[in-house]
């Protein structure tokens, strides 16, 4: 299930790339989405290949946080 | 009152502006009404970007035969036939312009053929007769401007009587050392003339990276092309023999013609803008980042909107706004994001941001470059070209401007400009290996070694 | 016992695979010692990719002498100098082989000159000297192939002997319409030998889109390059006039050469792999997805690992072996994300899957495809070349292929390469109008149409 009852966290200031060191890796276009998204890309489960995430994660993930109760004003 | 028709947006001027927010907005269902003056196409497709590089190629293809010893080719040049070129370079332009109107009509948008004016800040009145929109687009774009007292004439001309000339000068001069000035200088010279450069600012194509500018100035010192920079226009004297110019510096050229290519200006007086309240500066109109001048529902776009002169910014901007109007709330134009080509021998390609500009947004040291050289890449020796590709990055951030000079290279723009805009790093990039051999290798080889990992180069 | 040395990495083969294995490995400050019989560079840079672009430059040269009437420019092609078509050929492939002599005795890594047999999982021997590696890789590449009873000699030649061929044959039977087949086809051709092409499989091409299979096929029409597809070789005589080719439908075929150009096996006979236990098929050598061969610490790159036998594949693989031992765990390389071009006059250019393998993958009512003409863009006008952009996409999904057809495409594939690999889809490419007039921007054009916003484009 995505974590869509966690509050929301600090953005980090940018994505980092991530290639190598055992995480998935996110393209360019999936980790600007992300960012202009505010979706935590370590919280996304990714639907493509190796376990990439795909835009369609990002939606989906950016889509459950709007459904999420907002956070107290 | 004059009668009057309604639409759902009036366009004024069919540019690459113009036109490219007519075919959107009819595409989204909108009723559309541009007006022209005079052809479909506007400044690009008929004294502009078109036959400039029919000339360019027609330069190319006489370089080629002049230079095909080096390549085991016996080949000779007897000459260039200006007829030929002049027909060559008007049968491109006329079969585009013959689909291009095959388009406009097949996209049911209405010509009106005539001069337009504003009338009000949702009509534009052509021959008497008024043409409402619920939204209003100025796109009148841009001519050739010319410096105080400098009068075009005779053997004192712009790029459009460039493009019509009936023979190849033996010399001359071209005030302006832009993207056009360039471009011209590049093709007269490949067809044999004797070619001095003035320009006032410190570089050629003074609006790019230093880097490109002093790569051209190397190439073009190379071509025998003469250039004097930071020299300054004082006037020009003409007779049936040719020019005599002189410069603030007190010197003296003389050729058989002078091109003056010192920008364009937006063509926007007396047709009513700043009479309707159109926020104006210096003859453009000013729009916020969504074209919009704030006053009623009228937009501008292209030349006349300060920035880029580019076609194909005019095509963005155009689709743009027609979509801004019919709702679907478009994401604005990143103008440092649009691709800039100079199609001179070499090409100067760039897109994003400048060493210089990368510097001043980011900080002096938090700005890394790469230049890869094309002598490291083997289809680019094949084609016996010099240059590079440098590579601008945010330090740990993404690559920011991408920018290069060499034969050719304008092609490689595109790839620069995903990279730039998807606001890659040079590590996604440099994961995948480029095709070899060709030139678009070279981008890649640069992107291996901005990310720690160069493959063919010594860094 | 012979002595020996010990290497963290010790590269049988100096190819494209394991030079670039070598100097990513070096970089990553692991010791190394490759093993090369022959030179440094291996196929590609002495008998593949460098020498066969070399010609196909010159072929385009004159191509372009012979049309230079169209653009304007007299010029006589006064013929080839298959001497000075040589020593061009051989000044570009000397010119980088010392670049790469430099680059790789500049990052330490040692070169063993000899011929190397694998006599345990981590020992290569060369001439009776043994070199260990606490890893091995296998790089050793590949050789021309020919068919049973198909003897290479006299007038019956591969591309190695077509490379240093001192004359330009009046006629040439070229056997396989692939890649290597169709680029000497191609540059013979515009040389102007009489070519005929026979091909087994129904086209030309034919591991591309049948879509580029056929505009190719289209464009060798036009060119008069003479082809029969589903055409099985029978046999071939040859004496001091020529050679006559039989195929199995009873035809007969004459020409001055017949050459061989029926796919390029492993080169992995007899250098001790299949005794060392290393996985073998058909004389490949077989690895898992990270390119171990299972059986110590041995990998394998290039050419005789099973898939695309390209060089910058041979970079890339080598690079990421590099970096998998040196423990930085690189992302596995998706095969049908490496770009492929063929260097023809038209080229053919393509990164990810066709049609018919989106299809297979997605389902068949889930991939949608779109084909822009060249014909609408006016730089290809300019270059008086035919061809398109298809893209194939997911329904609703990214862009997963790109194929182009086209005088100049194959410096497209790298922004191809970008779209496929970022998964991409039509709406992120289309937002970014591309540089106008450029080639480039047919790609620009087919994402606005694959995107339903087209362009300069009637669907
Ligand atoms: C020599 C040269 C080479 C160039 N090369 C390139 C290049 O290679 N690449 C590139 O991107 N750009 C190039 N440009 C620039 C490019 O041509 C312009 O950026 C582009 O044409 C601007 O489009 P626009 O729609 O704003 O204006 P325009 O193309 O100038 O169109 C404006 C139209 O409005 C019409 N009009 C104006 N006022 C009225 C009126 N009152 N009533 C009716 N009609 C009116 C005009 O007749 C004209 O057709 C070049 C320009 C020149 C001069
Ligand atoms: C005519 C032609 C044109 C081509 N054009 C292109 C192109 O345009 N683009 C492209 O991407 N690819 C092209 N290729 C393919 C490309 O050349 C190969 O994919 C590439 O060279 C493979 O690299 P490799 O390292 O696997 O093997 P190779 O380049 O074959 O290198 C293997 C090396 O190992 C050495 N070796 C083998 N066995 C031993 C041994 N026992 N001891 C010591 N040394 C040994 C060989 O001498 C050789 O130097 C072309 C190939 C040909 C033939």
Known sequence: ?73 | MAESQEYDIVILGAGSGGYAAALRAAELGMSVAMVEADKVGGTCLHRGCIPTKALLHSAEVADTIRESDVFGIKGTLDGIDMSGVSSFKDGIVGRLYKGLQGLVSSRKVEVIQGWGTLVSPDTVEVDGKRYTGKNVILASGSYSKTLPGLEIGGRVITSEQALELDFVPQSAIVLGGGVIGVEFASLWSSFGTEVTILEGLPNLVPNEDVALSKGLERAFRKRKIAFHTSTMFSGVEQDENGVTVTTQDGKTYQADLLLVAVGRGPATDGLGYAEQGIPMERGFVLTNERLHTGVGNVYAVGDIVPGLQLAHRGFQQGIFVAEEIAGLNPPPIVESGIPRVTYSEPNVASVGLTEAQAKETYGEDKVVTLEYNLGGNGKSQILQTAGFVKLVREQDGPIVGVHMLGARLGELVGEGQLIVNWEAYPEDVAALVHGHPTQDEALGEAALALAGKPLHSHN
């Open chain 1, 1 to 73: 299930e995505p974590a869509t009852e966690k509050p929301a966290a600090p953005e980090p200031a940018r994505e980092r790339p991530t290639v190598g060191a055992g995480t998935a890796y996110v393209t360019p276009l999936v980790r600007k989405l992300a960012a202009e998204k505010g979706v935590d890309l370590s919280t996304v489960t990714g639907s493509g290949v190796g376990g990439r995430i795909r835009k369609q994660d990002v939606e989906e993930a950016a889509a459950a946080q709007q459904a999420a109760p907002a956070p107290a004003a």
